[in-house]
């Protein structure tokens, strides 16, 4: 027998209560045949599956989905814990899939003793990703890594002193404004309405259709001011 562990930061995913059931029921049926356990050892089974909640006062907890009633979840959800344990003889394992408003709160762990644990940790962790990629969102483009943002924040500042330069025309100037501007949007106005996970809530509902408006808003402003600005002359003679 050998055991095997393995955690790894997930991307962004949108979460319902869906997708929870539909983890619920792989955890209770498909890893107990990815672990081999037979009949004969079902009396012997421990098993226990949950559901954390976590918002500003603290956290719930459901041995099951469906015991969660409220249609959507409340507003102040700022993660979700989903675990899965299985004890018997000579085996047992362990797995924690994490949903989190921000990335170091998002990952998953799993945990397993038994033969060929390294293969069965494998196909348990491709069958979990199997299911969750369905939800999954473009909200990580919102939070590159540490990497690209410290580049990202450095081209957007230099942009804003190019800005406020004395040697910058006033096309320069409203040009490089506008890239600093954005900047200013992007690192702190566009996570204000998207966490790095998402949850079926009505106030992130709500938090989509500003989105969704604002960015609407954000690429007619840059088409009419740039792309168009020879054809708005001709037409509009400004």
């Not at 299985?86 to 990952?107: M, Q, T």
């Not at 990202?152 to 942009?159: D, E, L, M, W």
């Not at 600005?229 to 037409?235: A, G, L, P, V």
Request: hydrophobic share 40%.
């Amino acid at each position: 027998m050998s055991s095997y562990n393995k955690q790894s930061t997930i991307s962004t995913f949108f979460v319902n209560k869906s997708l929870i059931e539909s983890l619920e029921n792989y955890f209770n049926k498909e890893i107990i045949e990815i672990i081999n356990l037979h009949s004969t050892e079902e009396q012997k089974i421990h098993k226990s599956f949950e559901i954390l909640l976590h918002d500003s006062h603290g956290q719930e907890s459901y041995t099951s989905i469906k015991d969660y009633k409220l249609p959507l979840f409340r507003n102040d959800v700022k993660g979700i814990t989903v675990e899965f344990k299985v004890f018997a003889p000579n085996k047992d394992v362990k797995i924690s899939l994490r949903f989190g408003s921000k990335e170091e709160n998002s990952d998953i762990s799993i945990t397993l003793s038994d033969e060929n644990a390294r293969e069965k940790v494998s196909a348990i962790e491709h069958g979990i990703l199997s299911i969750i990629d369905h939800n999954k969102t473009l909200n990580w483009l919102l939070f590159p890594n540490q990497y690209i943002g410290s580049i990202a924040f450095i081209v957007f500042a230099y942009c804003g002193l190019l800005a406020i330069s004395s040697n910058s025309s006033k096309k320069e100037a409203f040009i490089y404004g506008s890239l600093l501007w954005s900047g200013v949007i992007y690192f702190w106005g566009f996570p204000y309405f998207k966490g790095y996970c998402s949850f079926d809530t009505n106030k992130q509902k709500q938090l989509d259709k500003w989105f969704n408006w604002l960015i609407m808003g954000l690429a007619g402003f840059l088409l009419f001011t740039s792309l168009l600005t020879s054809f708005r002359r001709s037409i509009f003679g400004f």
